[in-house]
């Protein structure tokens, strides 16, 4: 079995232009609804298709693109643990958050403020608002 | 009342939708690209991350690439349909263009007083007569077939979307399913033609269905027998076989509802329902009335008289021949298969109800739930090189801030206000809280004016026929109803109740609400004319007032709701 052994510094590199270019998703995805929205303009007098075409963006298109953002998120916030309790030497606490990073994200509660699930804060300190 | 080509249905332009999709796709194609980039990037963790289940980390990326792939080829597919839709929509624009010009040359034909003995001779037997009702039904026959057509294109097209995805909905025309199947969609050309004979198509009926000569008449009144026959032979031939196809089906289901609905109405306990029309009772007194109604060709005496005597003719004669015991059984016939028919409109104008589909198309992907990518955000403050993004420091997530709130579909605020404290208290304000003037006050007056002028700059006026009245609405009204109702267009203005539109609505969405206006006040129109009269209809969600006066719309407004 592989036995533990991060580079941290490495590895927080690679998170971390991870994380940076996961930013970039907010402009594409306000790229993809703009278009959208775009389309619904073309298809002023045509009620059905742009219905069909709705049903199929909330139904379909959304809950694809919601996973895209969930499962880079829960990759990111996952392995950040891991190597944040690796280097406290918390390998059961890393190995949890490793697990964490590989699973989709728990759905958040409409009204939510809460952005960091408690398992994965950080000991002693206050999850960011 | 003659066929106009005003009333021919607007269909949308291809080209627009063609470059849309091209975005629509090109947008989901960079969210495939960048995922792919990510991905490719977070491989680098191998290098550096050993553990025990290292490949959760590992290939923890995987997921969302195939996710970004899944939406890419969704959108790819469903691009597809719709370039096929609007390849179809240019078509059908061309046909239209062609019929609209032959409608025109039609009625500016002049009648043919020519002097010779042979003119004379087909005017005076009324051949002459009869050879422009061909004419004539022979265009609305084309219009009908435009309509049904450009129905079917959108069915086509959004079948195509449906298939895409599991729960998607497939949808029929009226009379080729069940007649309680709620994804109806749009009518056959003989379903327009039915609608034809009642005078509910937009684009007119032939003037020679009300004035004909007698040799016109006859005709009718014969036609009118001939089809009544042939329909009544279709209906047992469909009822025949048996839900073995789509019309027998349909045949059925309008029976059996008939049956349902006879013993709804039939049962004591559910008298005072019946009586006051409401819940189920009511409903079924309805559909019943529905079917009387079309059982005696209650819509249709008003536009085709003859037509509709002549479908008579088989009952009088069925009547003398078995003692009037044949007449009830084919009126059942008759009703429940008018009945199928006259459902038609209703459904078929669920147009009304799709009417918001742009606008929910517009805000559908707006649904996205990015919180997981504001974490990131938050996340990449704290990891070494993670840039700081202004709006993670200012706590706002990508979306755009909410939209304007609307009540019933009238839009009552900008909402783009920082915060709601800022918003006038709704119900003690200067305008009677139907709107801060000051939010829409940011652009001047002037602005807002010289947007509106550049606005209706091409456009002309609109006609709309609505059963025998063609019913205009000038530039100038539109000028007005636009800057007084129109945020965007707002002359600043405010009345003791004043009222807005959504600020997003476009000038085709106006021009779309006025015919639906019209649309849902047929009946009265027809009954009393276009003289001064006061309307109001509830679309999309709204209560809209208009004034119509001497065959023009001077007034035309979403009435204010209490809050």
């Known amino acids: 079995m592989t036995q533990w052994n991060i580079a941290h510094v490495d590895a927080l590199g690679v998170v971390s232009r991870a994380a940076t270019s996961a930013l970039a998703y907010q402009g594409k995805f306000r790229g993809y609804e703009t278009a959208t929205g775009t389309l619904g303009s073309a298809l002023t007098y045509s009620p059905l298709v742009a219905k069909a075409l709705s049903d199929l963006t909330t139904s379909a298109v959304v809950p694809h693109l919601d996973e895209v953002a969930g499962r880079t998120g829960s990759a990111i916030r996952g392995t950040n643990a891991a190597i944040g309790f690796y280097e406290r030497g918390q390998l059961d606490m890393a190995a949890d958050a490793q697990r964490n990073a590989g699973l989709a994200p728990c759905p958040t509660p409409p009204g939510s403020r809460r952005t960091t699930p408690k398992a994965l804060r950080r000991p002693g300190r206050e999850a960011p608002e | ?563």
């Open chain 2, 1 to 563: 009342m003659s066929l106009t080509e005003c009333g021919l249905p607007p269909i949308d332009a291809g080209q627009p939708i063609r470059d849309a999709v091209i975005d629509l796709t090109e947008a989901a194609g960079a969210i495939h690209t960048h995922a792919g980039t990510i991905t490719r990037g977070w491989t680098g963790l191998a290098h550096s991350y050993h553990a025990p289940e290292q490949h959760l980390v590992l290939q923890a990326m995987s997921p969302a690439e195939t996710h970004a792939r899944d939406a890419e080829s969704l959108a790819r597919k469903a691009g597809s349909a719709l370039i096929t839709y609007a390849n179809r929509c240019d078509e059908l624009r061309r046909t239209k263009s062609v019929l609209a010009k032959d409608i025109r040359d039609h009625n500016a034909r002049p009648e043919d007083h020519g002097g010779s003995l042979l003119d004379k001779a087909a005017r005076w037997t009324g051949i002459d007569e009869l050879g422009r009702l061909a004419v004539e039904e022979a265009l609305l026959n084309r219009c009908n077939q435009l309509q049904a057509d450009l129905d079917e294109a959108q069915r086509t097209c959004a079948n195509a979307l449906g298939r895409l995805y599991s729960v998607g909905a497939h949808y029929e025309p009226v009379g080729q399913t069940t007649v309680t199947d709620p994804t109806v969609y749009g009518l056959t050309a003989d379903g327009y033609g039915q609608l034809a004979r009642a005078g509910d198509t937009p684009w007119g009926t032939p003037a020679a269905w009300q004035h004909a000569g007698t040799l016109t008449q006859v005709y009718l009144v014969g036609r009118g027998g001939a089809d009544s026959v042939v329909g009544l032979v279709g209906l047992v031939g469909d009822l025949a076989q048996v839900g073995t196809t789509r019309e027998s089906r349909a045949a059925w289901s309008g029976l059996w509802q008939l049956t349902t609905d006879l013993g709804t109405v039939a049962n004591p306990a559910a008298l005072p329902a019946t009586l006051l029309g409401v819940g189920p009772a009511g409903e079924a007194r309805g559909r019943l009335w529905s079917t009387a109604k079309a059982g005696v060709g209650w819509d249709t005496w008003g536009t085709s008289p003859y037509y509709t005597a002549g479908g008579f003719l088989p009952d009088a004669l069925s009547a003398y021949a078995t003692g009037g015991t044949a007449v009830a059984g084919r009126t059942a016939f008759k009703g429940a298969l008018s009945a199928a028919a006259r459902r038609l409109p209703a459904r078929a104008t669920s147009i009304e109800r799709l009417a918001s589909a742009q606008r929910a198309l517009a805000s559908s992907a707006g649904r996205l739930n990015t919180r997981s990518l504001d974490q990131v955000a938050h996340l990449s403050e704290r990891l070494p090189s993670g840039p700081r993004p202004a709006h993670a420091a200012a706590g706002s997530g990508w979306r755009t801030p909410a939209g304007p709130t609307q009540h019933d579909g009238v839009w009552l605020h900008q909402a783009d206000q920082p915060a709601a404290a800022a918003r006038p208290d709704t119900r003690t304000g200067p305008t009677h809280g139907r709107l801060d003037p000051g939010v829409y006050a940011r652009k001047t007056v002037k602005a807002r004016t010289t947007a509106l002028d550049a606005v209706l700059k091409n456009w002309d006026g609109m006609h709309v026929t609505v059963g025998h009245d063609a019913i205009a609405l000038t530039r100038e009204r539109m000028h007005h109803f636009l800057a007084r109702h129109h945020p965007q267009y707002w002359d600043g203005s405010v009345k003791k109740r004043q009222s807005f539109v959504d600020p997003e609505t476009s000038l085709q969405e106006m021009e779309r609400l006025i015919r639906a206006t019209l649309f849902a006040n047929r009946h009265i129109i027809a009954t009393t004319g276009s003289d001064y009269r006061k309307l109001k209809a509830r679309v999309d969600g709204a209560t809209w007032v208009m004034a119509i006066d001497n065959g023009y719309i001077r007034m035309f407004y979403p009435e204010e709701k209490s809050l």
